[in-house]
């Protein structure tokens, strides 16, 4: 199983990226997938849930109205729209995956027990 991440880069505050997370060699459809991102010196952090059997989605209190989490079932592809970014956005953020929990319980797991990560690709937010 292989998940790549990609879209980051250096942008300026209130500005948008749209990262994606394309997965290979998996069921896709079986697993909920996440986002996480992790700062210097902090916690990673969960961000976005989704179930892609049906869609169904859940957001952390920090990113919620702002971040965005869909997915390409057909092209085995999660995206998070990211919206109105702040410096306090900057971070590694990484796309993971756990099968078989719907995006409710992916969210109360602790991050080691995802099941797959991806590399993880940079963000940073410029003031």
């Known amino acids: 199983v292989q998940l790549v991440e990609s879209g980051g880069g250096s942008v300026q505050t209130g500005k948008s990226l749209r990262l994606s997370c394309v997965a290979s060699r998996i069921t896709f459809d079986d697993y909920t997938y996440a986002w996480f991102r992790q700062a210097p010196g902090k916690e990673r952090e969960g961000l976005a849930w989704?179930?892609?059997?049906?869609?169904?989605?859940r957001y952390a209190d920090s990113v919620k109205g702002r971040f965005s989490i869909s997915s390409d079932n057909a092209k085995n592809t999660v995206f998070l729209q990211m919206n109105n970014l702040k410096p306090e956005d900057t971070a590694v953020y990484y796309c993971?995956?756990?099968?078989?929990?719907?995006?409710?319980?992916?969210?109360?797991?602790?991050?080691?027990?995802?099941?797959?990560w991806g590399q993880g690709t940079q963000v940073t937010v410029i003031s």
């Open positions: 993971a995956t756990v099968w078989a929990l719907t995006a409710e319980q992916a969210m109360g797991i602790a991050y080691g027990k995802y099941d797959y």
């Open positions: 989704i179930s892609t059997s049906n869609g169904r989605t």
